[in-house]
């Protein structure tokens, strides 16, 4: 077991001292073994006696290994270092005072550490810990000049990492500008030298310890020093955070002519273009270089959102003529474009192919489900269906979604009773799951049997008072299919209080503050839903309460957002059609 903290690697054992405790441990069972057992003719022998005085508890190196292993596997790090720093005084073993350093730094001892500190000097002065220890307690107790000469010591050793233990140092500060002022006294050019990772990770901790303007200095410098992929990368994130995109887009490019089949770069690169809008420039930037399951999934993503069919078009194209072996993952992801390029049938095979041991084996035969019933082809969507219930046994997260998804395609060809009694039937065999009972509930609603929806939503209340989608559903239903506005009024606000950033209730609490007749508070609320969620239905609440407070210009503007969402929607339909005609 190992525990980070402040980047110290904490260790529960090490073999030199487990070896000890281990000794002990094997002694005493040889004892209890001994003991427990008896040879079957006793033998008449005289033996001399020998007495061996007891080793007092203060002095029992392994007992004390074994007590402050066993605190550390308790997590008791506090506990731990007291037993290590106890040990470290009888031990000749460097790697005991090691970890009782470390322990007390992480519990923030100081006095303690400076003792285990003292110790792990005496028997290993030329460690790189030992330095770390000393500074990071030089630190803890003010001493920022003493500090600072350990980090000197530190910055200035020859080997590659030589930064690493100061980076921890100053990390671990609790005064972060203090440890800012620390490192650009440290981070000279003199003592960063010729390695540019060096000045970009400099410049990267000075922007971790909130000085941006040195890693702005430092970033600068390393640029015009070097000027390799790396320096341009993070040149673009700092020019990100000032929020200057064209300046990020333009140095990630100058990044990726120097390096252009680093995947780190191109994924960096798409993730800047998505932020600023250009989807599509995202799928291309990964086009170029080497591809595996995860970029073309990120190629898929971007390109999806883009809705750019030609680059869809592309992505399919290139994975089908790839060689390389196509693991469950590339096969679903194959399905997946095909259906967004409208191959359905292509779809269907490459969903078949997907192996029974992937992960993504079940989600393969839903889609392939919803494939064949789009087709026309109802009987063999329900055998497709029953197929995978076989597969996923009787009581299962699978089981409920198959349910779903057969209610599902049932109501979408307006036969609303039978996904009920689907419904129902999933409900008798999973005794009242809630995803079912709540999808019941909305679709009793749907048609009108609101009394038989409520019964359905407060069971789900019964078992679960603080379900946010069930108070949230039957306060709006109350509210808006009935006149009982301060019962809903109640659910709502219950809701709202456990979920208080959701849209749908945001919206749900401006609908029955209008049914309340508070009109300026039910703008107030839907306005604020439609900035989170601007879909036609919040904006056929938001139109609706804006008409009747005498807002008809800007209702006719909201509405009209709406129909761009979806032009569809019943709601908004309705609403306009009630109001405005």
């Not at 883009?306 to 992505?315: H, T, V, W, Y």
């Not at 659910?491 to 609908?511: N, Q, R, T």
């Not at 979806?566 to 009630?578: Q, S």
Request: glycine residues 6%; contains cysteine.
């Amino acid at each position: 077991m190992q525990i980070d903290l402040f980047g110290l690697r904490v260790k529960s054992s090490t073999p030199r001292w487990r070896a000890m405790a281990g000794t002990a441990l094997a002694a005493a069972l040889l004892v209890l073994s001994a003991c427990a057992s008896s040879p079957k003719r006793p033998r008449v022998v005289e033996v001399q006696r020998q007495s061996v005085a007891p080793v007092p508890r203060e002095k029992d190196l392994p007992l004390m290994l074994i007590g402050a292993e066993y605190a550390l596997q308790k997590n008791d790090l506090a506990a731990a270092a007291q037993g290590y720093v106890d040990a470290a005084g009888l031990s000749p073993d460097p790697a005991i005072a090691e970890q009782a350093t470390r322990l007390a730094l992480a519990v923030k001892q100081w006095p303690l550490a400076k003792t285990a500190l003292q110790r792990w000097q005496a028997l290993d002065p030329k460690a790189v810990g030992v330095r770390q220890a000393s500074a990071w307690i030089a630190l803890a107790e003010g001493e920022v000049e003493r500090a600072y000469a350990e980090l000197v010591a530190l910055a200035e050793r020859p080997d590659k990492g030589r930064w690493r233990p100061v980076a921890q140092v100053l990390l671990g500060a609790a005064d972060k500008s203090q440890a800012s002022n620390l490192l650009a006294r440290l981070a000279t050019p003199e003592r960063l030298g010729d390695q540019d990772l060096d000045w970009v990770a400099m410049s990267q901790l000075a922007f971790k310890l909130d000085d941006k303007a040195l890693a702005e200095r430092l970033s600068a410098e390393t640029l015009r020093r070097f000027k390799t992929a790396d320096d341009y990368a993070w040149s673009a994130q700092l020019a990100l955070d000032r929020g200057e995109k064209e300046a990020a887009r333009a140095r990630y490019a100058e990044a990726l002519k120097r390096d252009p089949e680093s995947l780190r770069l191109r994924t960096g690169y798409a993730a800047l273009l998505a932020e600023a809008g250009d989807n599509a420039g995202a799928a291309r930037a990964l086009d170029a270089g080497k591809q595996t399951d995860v970029v073309y999934g990120a190629r898929a993503a971007y390109a999806a959102r883009a809705d750019d069919k030609p680059l869809l078009g592309k992505l399919y194209s290139d994975m089908q003529s790839d060689s390389s072996p196509r693991s469950g993952k590339r096969l679903y992801l194959l399905g997946q474009v095909a259906e967004l390029i409208g191959k359905d049938k292509q779809a269907a095979d490459w969903y078949r192919q997907v192996p029974e041991d992937d992960e993504r084996w079940f989600d393969a035969g839903i889609r392939t489900v919803v494939l064949i019933d789009k087709q026309g082809d109802a009987e063999a969507a329900l055998r497709k269906i029953n197929e995978l219930r076989l597969a996923v046994g009787t009581d299962s997260r699978e089981t409920v979604d198959l349910y779903l998804l057969e209610a599902d395609l049932l109501s979408r060809k307006a036969k609303k009773r039978e996904a009920i009694a689907v419904y129902t039937r999933g409900l008798e065999q999973l005794h009242d799951e809630p995803r079912l009972l709540y999808a019941r509930a909305m679709l009793y609603i749907e048609i009108d049997d609101i009394d038989a929806g409520e019964r359905d939503l407060r069971a789900l209340l019964a078992t679960d008072p603080d379900s946010a989608d069930a108070l949230n559903a039957l306060g709006y239903t109350l509210a808006d299919r009935t006149d009982r506005y301060a019962e809903a009024n109640a659910l709502i606000e219950k809701a709202i209080k456990i979920k208080p950033d959701e849209p749908a209730i945001i919206d749900s609490y401006g609908w029955v503050q209008y049914r309340l007749g508070n009109l300026d508070e039910a703008v107030r609320l839907l306005r604020k839903a439609f900035e989170k969620q601007p879909d036609s239905e919040v904006a056929a609440h938001l139109g609706e309460v804006l008409w009747v407070r005498g807002d008809r210009e800007e209702a006719r503007q909201v509405w009209e957002q709406g129909r761009k969402k979806d032009a569809e929607n019943k709601v908004l339909i309705e609403t306009m059609k009630r109001l405005a005609s």
